[in-house]
């Protein structure tokens, strides 16, 4: 989702749509309390590749705990498992990255380009008061993040930003090294959407960065899945990934997910592996994770800035979000 870095990389992304064998998951809406996983057990590389064809052979199911849950029954800031803005940390080199101009501190990744600042009720802005402003609703157990065009009359208010959206964050709450990560969600469409769910180090630092899944809202059925490390010799960001095509995942739910392992990061659609690449250096810390609905880019590929095409408002909407622990014991038996 930093996507200033990526376009800098010197490890290309491969970005050629690959259509993997999924199906909508409407029916698996709750998490369960365990789960048995299906990875490859071939030699990663540090170049990423696609899972294209995988041998039956190096297939074992490895078992997992779950750790984090929310099902979205509720408000997801009744409860104190989210917050609504980054909350930067230590380790980061300037405190003041997610703002800038046109944005307010950790309301927004001003350098990507991004054309909304995210609000929450008791966000004030430049007034003196909170605003009330709610980009979230919850029903029939489905969080949707609702990106709106700004209001004219808070224009000034909310630092003269085209809109208005929502980000939630574990930063504080929940982190975990190792194990799997996942969302169930529809992936918005519409000229200048960004929607993402992505995993950041708790320490505050940039990179390493997950992107487990982000939309690249002008090419519906277009999903990317990256990760972005540091070379500690040289400090250059490097990144890789892929595109898949999925493409009902505007009007189906599905799952994207990321299996963290000591050697290797996995990626899986519904579950099942389409890429994975060897754990490059620098994942020492426990990451925490991050969803959110960005508004207009100026690098990232099927995502321009705003202009009278962009829909009034656009919701990202998520049945749930799940982490869960390699559970040692029973990988043991």
Same mark, same amino acid.
């Given at each position: 989702?930093?996507?200033?870095?990526?376009?800098?990389?010197?490890?290309?992304?491969?970005?050629?749509?690959? +259509?993997?064998?999924?199906?909508?998951? &409407?029916?698996?809406?709750?998490? !369960?309390?365990?789960?048995?996983?299906?990875?490859?057990?071939?030699?990663?590389?540090?170049?990423?590749? #696609?899972?294209?064809?995988?041998? !039956?052979? +190096?297939?074992?199911?490895?078992?997992?705990?779950?750790?984090?849950?929310?099902?979205?029954?509720? %408000?997801?800031?009744?409860?104190?498992?989210?917050?609504?803005?980054?909350? /930067?940390?230590?380790? @980061?080199? =300037?405190?003041?990255?997610?703002?800038? &101009?046109?944005?307010?501190?950790?309301?927004?990744?001003?350098?990507?380009?991004?054309?909304?600042?995210?609000? &929450?009720?008791?966000?004030?802005?430049?007034a003196g008061a909170a605003l009330g402003l709610d980009p979230f609703t919850v029903k029939d157990g489905v969080l949707s993040i609702i990106?709106?065009?700004?209001?004219?009359?808070?224009?000034?208010?909310?630092?003269?930003?085209?809109?208005? +959206? /929502?980000?939630?964050?574990?930063?504080?709450?929940?982190?975990?090294?190792?194990?799997?990560?996942?969302?169930?969600?529809?992936?918005?469409?519409? %000229?200048?959407? @960004?929607?993402?769910?992505?995993?950041?180090?708790?320490?505050? *630092?940039?990179?390493? =960065?997950?992107?487990?899944?982000?939309?690249?809202? =002008? #090419?519906?059925?277009?999903?990317?899945?990256?990760? %972005?490390?540091?070379?500690?010799?040289?400090?250059?960001?490097?990144?890789?990934?892929?595109?898949?095509?999925?493409?009902?995942?505007?009007?189906?739910? %599905?799952?994207? /997910?990321?299996? @963290?392992?000591?050697?290797?990061?996995?990626?899986?659609i519904d579950r099942k592996p389409v890429s994975d690449i060897k754990v490059p250096i620098g994942f020492d810390d426990p990451m925490y994770?991050?969803?959110?609905?960005?508004?207009?880019?100026?690098?990232?590929? *099927?995502?321009?800035?705003?202009?009278?095409?962009?829909?009034?408002?656009?919701?990202?909407?998520?049945?749930?979000?799940?982490?869960?622990?390699?559970?040692?014991? #029973?990988?043991?038996?």
């Amino acid at each position: 989702m930093i996507d200033r870095w990526a376009k800098a990389a010197l490890v290309a992304i491969g970005l050629s749509a690959v +259509s993997p064998p999924v199906a909508a998951q &409407d029916e698996l809406h709750d998490a !369960p309390r365990s789960l048995s996983l299906q990875v490859t057990t071939d030699p990663s590389m540090i170049a990423c590749r #696609r899972l294209e064809s995988v041998n !039956p052979a +190096s297939l074992v199911f490895l078992p997992l705990r779950r750790t984090f849950n929310d099902d979205f029954d509720e %408000h997801p800031l009744s409860h104190g498992r989210w917050v609504p803005h980054y909350a /930067g940390g230590a380790a @980061w080199p =300037e405190a003041r990255y997610w703002g800038g &101009d046109g944005s307010d501190f950790k309301r927004k990744t001003s350098a990507n380009g991004e054309q909304q600042i995210y609000v &929450d009720p008791r966000y004030a802005g430049r007034a003196g008061a909170a605003l009330g402003l709610d980009p979230f609703t919850v029903k029939d157990g489905v969080l949707s993040i609702i990106a709106s065009r700004t209001p004219p009359e808070l224009k000034p208010v909310l630092f003269n930003n085209e809109y208005i +959206s /929502g980000i939630l964050t574990t930063q504080g709450t929940f982190a975990q090294k190792h194990g799997y990560f996942e969302i169930r969600a529809k992936v918005p469409v519409g %000229h200048a959407v @960004w929607p993402a769910f992505w995993m950041l180090a708790d320490d505050g *630092g940039w990179p390493p =960065e997950v992107d487990v899944l982000e939309g690249r809202g =002008e #090419r519906p059925g277009d999903l990317v899945m990256t990760t %972005h490390w540091r070379i500690p010799s040289t400090q250059k960001i490097q990144s890789c990934g892929f595109d898949f095509a999925v493409g009902d995942a505007s009007n189906a739910f %599905h799952n994207y /997910g990321v299996l @963290w392992e000591e050697d290797r990061l996995i990626y899986f659609i519904d579950r099942k592996p389409v890429s994975d690449i060897k754990v490059p250096i620098g994942f020492d810390d426990p990451m925490y994770m991050i969803v959110n609905l960005a508004i207009g880019s100026k690098f990232f590929p *099927g995502v321009s800035p705003v202009d009278a095409e962009s829909p009034p408002s656009v919701a990202f909407e998520i049945d749930r979000i799940s982490a869960y622990q390699i559970d040692i014991e #029973r990988a043991r038996r």
